[in-house]
């Protein structure tokens, strides 16, 4: 176990439907990163945040968004589902730059 | 742009016999590196991280990595491999000015044949 929880652990959605996926940190982490993992490949880096803020963005397009709140827990959303966002969607959380990142087991999104 | 290549995709050995996985990351700035473990239907686990320092790096279950900064290299060895060690094995890089943003190879499965 590594303290980091995701909820719901699996998700089915239609295509232009909106998601949210949540992730409580590790206690005493502020910094929180969402991945994407689709079948077959490495973790993809979504954004990060550290004290709320946004601070770092992977290539991934203006409707997946997300908020970290003050108890460090996330929110990831996706507005506008389409099919490739199928995917196992990962949060990580440490104690900020330059420490290990500890994840949670994901969630596993379908959208049909 | 950052990157990160793993060489093996698929990788079969029979127990007791020595592992090797290719490692190889795209950046000219300082640079953290790491190998996380996938097992079936289990969250990624570390297996060991290089921040500074020796080069040769130990991890957990007996896996060790060498940093060797010239070739941009951070392979994965175990002298010898357990049927246990069955799982998907990824590289990641994490430059130092960014945070906690971390770049992934594309895994390498291993499967160890009793």
């Known amino acids: 176990e590594t303290g980091v929880t995701q909820s719901p652990t699996h998700l089915i959605k239609t295509r232009g439907q909106q998601v949210t996926l949540r992730c409580s940190s590790q206690?005493?982490?502020?910094?929180v990163s969402w991945y994407q993992q689709a079948l077959g490949q490495g973790p993809q880096f979504i954004f990060q945040?550290?004290?709320?803020?946004?601070?770092g963005r992977g290539n991934f397009p203006p409707r997946f968004s997300g908020l970290q709140f003050p108890n460090y827990s996330s929110e990831l959303n996706v507005n506008a589902l389409e099919l490739d966002d199928s995917a196992l969607y990962l949060c990580?959380?440490?104690?900020?730059?330059?420490?290990?990142?500890?994840f949670g087991q994901g969630t596993r999104l379908t959208v049909v | 742009a950052q990157s990160v290549s793993q060489h093996n995709h698929h990788v079969i050995l029979s127990e007791a016999a020595s592992l090797e996985l290719g490692c190889n990351y795209s950046?000219?700035?300082?640079?953290?590196l790491f190998w996380y473990v996938q097992y079936p239907g289990q969250h990624l686990q570390l297996l060991l991280k290089?921040?500074?320092?020796?080069?040769l790096v130990k991890g957990i279950k007996g896996f060790e990595a060498e940093f060797i900064k010239s070739k941009f290299s951070f392979n994965l060895r175990k002298p010898s491999v357990q049927w246990s060690d069955t799982a998907e094995y990824f590289c990641?890089?994490?430059?130092?000015?960014?945070?906690?943003?971390?770049?992934f190879g594309t895994g390498t499965s291993l499967t160890v044949i009793p």
């Open positions: 206690s005493g982490h502020n910094t």
């Open positions: 990641a890089a994490n430059p130092s000015n960014t945070g906690n943003q971390f770049y």
């Open positions: 290089y921040f500074s320092g020796d080069p």
């Open positions: 945040y550290y004290r709320e803020e946004e601070n």
């Open positions: 950046y000219g700035g300082t640079v953290n």
């Open positions: 990580a959380s440490s104690m900020g730059g330059n420490t290990e990142a500890f």
